[in-house]
């Protein structure tokens, strides 16, 4: 129900100006509600917003295997082949060749880029957590919307359905003399008002519908027909620092940013390898298959001698060591140790935000609770009421607009709860957000989705 809807609804029983917009007749549901945590799978499996994180995911393992392969083996092999067709003064020739090098110390580069490259591949987990979990939370407030939208329109329609039997009750009356004609059209009256009401909660529903049908990458006119609740879990916190730890430990956000802290001083690892030693051992050995090496055999017959195609081979061993480079290097570092310095700062930010948001969805939450408490209690003491004035009005002891006037307190006592139960929904949600304690993993692994963790 958008904002403004529930004081449209207290307005209606004392509007008596005629207004158009006739009513529409509300369709019966014919389709089953469909759970939330069903409803969701689908959502994660058709969004794009869902979809794009797990594609940078699979780069980022590929990132990983390369940086793993190539701080492991810390060598190389090549081959290659030369070709000298016509030179003068230089004989043909056509052979292979065969470079092997492998880096006996390399300053560390190579481990720290393997390190980040792990880094990112968690980061890239992170992040496509962060997307499913505002999918996850998205669809959750959709539905939330939906069925409060559809339990408003169950409710103006069964006022609308009295005020008519009453309207019918009056022009009997009145026919009969027992009423003026004045009351026959204000009752009319307050039936158009309702009809408006009426109609406006059927376009909040279709709304709402259309909004949680494009989530789910249907026709926005689909039917669909939700849950009072979204099936979760009630998170074991007692108190609202068990929320905050709870966030600080799985929020991915938080664990985003600590892998920044990490990836940062892995940089000035990185930044740091160029001032160390590099020591490298490297061969070569190369052959000419035009012009091979002729022995004489032992009995004085040419022929091809062993090894008859190598030309040359050879083996070195190569040592290098920065001394100077005008300062490069050092600003690198430097940069690098502030840009840690940065991520550690972000990271401690991060956490007191989320702190504040832990607490505060807690609080909420209870509120919520208490909430819906006082609004069904009020609701049960306004039923109540009406049936008491309904007897009275029945026994000739008070007027239909005094039972209408208590009738319209019963219609907003149960549009007051509804609103209060959707916002409890939304209230859990919104810790479980805050706090890591949706089921997502279940959910993925139901969607056939591989849960966004690795070690």
């Known amino acids: ?183 026959v059209d204000r009752a009319a009256a307050q039936s158009q008002a309702e009809a408006t009401v009426l109609f406006q909660a059927q376009s909040d529903e279709r709304l709402e519908r259309a909004v949680l049908n494009v989530l789910l990458n249907r026709s926005a006119a689909s039917p669909l027909v939700v849950l009072p609740d979204l099936g979760l879990t009630t998170p074991p916190f007692t108190d609202a620092t068990e929320a905050i730890d709870a966030a600080a430990a799985a929020n991915p956000q938080a664990l985003l940013d600590e892998l920044a802290v990490a990836s940062a001083q892995a940089a000035v690892d990185e930044q740091r390898a160029a001032l160390r030693p590099t020591l490298t051992l490297a061969g070569s050995t190369s052959y000419d298959l035009l012009n091979p090496v002729f022995a004489t055999t032992a009995a004085g017959v040419p022929g091809l001698g062993a090894g008859a195609y190598r030309l040359a081979a ?57 909430n819906v408490r006082s609004a069904t209690a009020q609701e049960q003491l306004d039923a109540r009421i009406y049936t008491i004035s309904r007897r009275a009005q029945r026994a000739g002891e008070t007027s239909y607009f005094e039972v209408a006037s208590d009738e319209q307190a019963l219609f907003n006592a149960q549009v007051t709860t509804v609103a209060a139960q959707e916002a409890q929904s939304n209230a859990l949600l919104a810790l479980e957000e805050v706090t890591a304690t949706l089921p997502l993993d279940r959910t993925l692994q139901a969607a056939g989705i591989e849960p966004y963790t690795r070690p």
């Open 1 to 183: 129900m958008r904002a403004g809807f529930s004081f449209r609804l207290a307005a209606a029983a004392g509007a008596f100006v005629l207004v158009g917009a006739p009513a529409r007749a509300q369709p019966t549901a014919t389709v089953a509600p469909t759970p939330f945590l069903t409803l969701v799978q689908t959502a994660l499996a058709v969004s794009p917003n869902a979809q794009i994180p797990s594609r940078e995911r699979a780069i980022a393992a590929l990132d990983l295997q390369t940086a793993r392969r190539r701080a492991s083996a810390l060598g190389t092999i090549d081959a290659a082949a030369t070709a000298t067709l016509h030179q003068p003064g230089v004989a043909r020739d056509l052979g292979p060749s065969i470079t092997a090098q492998y880096a006996i110390l390399d300053g560390g580069l190579r481990a720290a880029e393997a390190a980040i490259a792990r880094i990112e591949g968690r980061q890239a987990d992170q992040d496509a957590r962060i997307a499913a979990l505002t999918v996850f939370t998205e669809a959750g407030s959709a539905y939330d919307a939906l069925w409060l939208a559809q339990q408003d329109v169950r409710i103006v329609s069964g006022l609308k359905a009295r005020v008519d039997r009453d309207l019918q009750t009056l022009r009997n009356a009145n026919r009969a003399g027992i009423v003026g004609e004045i009351d």
């Open 314 to 370: 050879q083996l070195g061993i190569g040592f290098s060591q920065r001394l100077f480079d005008f300062g490069v290097t050092r600003r690198a570092i430097a940069r690098a140790e502030l840009q840690q310095s940065i991520s550690s700062l972000t990271l401690d930010q991060e956490r007191q935000s989320l702190a504040t948001q832990a607490a505060s969805a807690y609080y909420t939450w209870q509120q919520s609770i208490v």
